[in-house]
């Protein structure tokens, strides 16, 4: 069964514009990671933050994650026509401690120049 | 570095047909995985291995199988081809315990 499920399942903005994607997970964690998957190629990871972290930021990519809430976001700034592309979420379970990674469904991206 | 290579790119196959999907990496990564991607359904995990002579099973192992005889090498097995089997298929490889995930560019499947 898929643990992490994101939202929206697709999202259109402007260039310029931020994004938010969220994911919610069922089961307590070791960390969460996103990932971003353009059509027809291999998935490339993006961040991890851990579960005893709550903000993590990598250039203009901002992760929070709340476990009280099982719940993460994805805040893409300033959006780009480049950043048009799918994105996971991926949960680390505590109990298998990085080899059963589970990945939701995805969430759609489309920016628009 | 090549990171994780996947072959073939494309296949179709008759239905009861066998094939081996093949995936190397060069990153001496001790854990390496197949995941298959499907519309509206994520990544599933099929199979996954910790290192060389060790594998265990994922979420939706049926109907495949797998061996880890080099830490480079994870080859995926279908035994009997089945039009449920049509799929993406992904493999991913990572250091032990760290998380992150380096992937292949996928195979795509279809079983006629």
């Known amino acids: 069964s898929q643990q992490g499920e994101e939202d929206p399942q697709a999202l259109s903005i402007q260039e310029g514009e931020n994004a938010t994607m969220n994911c919610s997970y069922k089961t307590s964690i070791n960390n969460l990671q996103w990932y971003r998957q353009n059509s027809g190629r291999g998935l490339v990871h993006l961040i991890l933050i851990r579960s005893n972290e709550r903000e993590k930021h990598s250039g203009r990519l901002r992760v929070t994650l709340d476990t009280s809430k099982k719940s993460s976001s994805l805040l893409i700034t300033a959006s780009r026509a480049a950043d048009t592309a799918s994105y996971f979420c991926a949960t680390d379970p505590q109990e298998t401690s990085g080899s059963r990674l589970t990945f939701g469904e995805g969430t759609q991206l489309t920016v628009n120049p | 570095n090549a990171g994780v290579t996947q072959t073939p790119k494309f296949q179709v196959l008759k239905t009861g047909q066998s094939m081996t999907l093949q995936c190397a990496q060069d990153m001496n990564h001790e854990y390496m995985s197949w995941y298959r991607q499907d519309p509206g359904m994520g990544l599933r995990l099929i199979h996954y291995?910790?290192?060389?002579?060790?594998?265990d099973q994922g979420e939706v192992p049926n109907g495949y199988n797998v061996s880890r005889s080099t830490t480079e090498d994870f080859p995926l097995r279908l035994l009997s081809a089945a039009p449920s089997q049509t799929s993406v298929y992904f493999c991913a490889s990572s250091y032990l315990y760290t998380g992150e995930l380096f992937f292949g560019e996928g195979s795509r499947l279809t079983v006629l």
């Open positions: 291995s910790v290192g060389a002579g060790i594998t």
